[in-house]
């Protein structure tokens, strides 16, 4: 999982530069206690969950276009 997650992370730094701010944590580490929030839920979601400015957006795979979309839209938010 981690692989294709940084095959997004790649393609979306790409496309965006620096302004996209990515990171893969493994839920089973401890840094996911940097992040209670997902934590919280966790056991009602499949796994990997796809979080867009603290906010769970997608589930149980990385729909690259999707993410891709939702991060062009955020960038143009003012």
Known sequence: MEEKAERLRCSLVE???PAVKFSYVDVESAAIKNYPQITAVLSQFLLPLTVLNGELKYHAGF???????????LLAEP
Not at 63 to 73: F, L, M
């Open 63 to 73: 729909p690259a276009k999707s993410i891709e979309n939702a991060v062009q839209e």
């Open 15 to 17: 496309k965006f530069g």
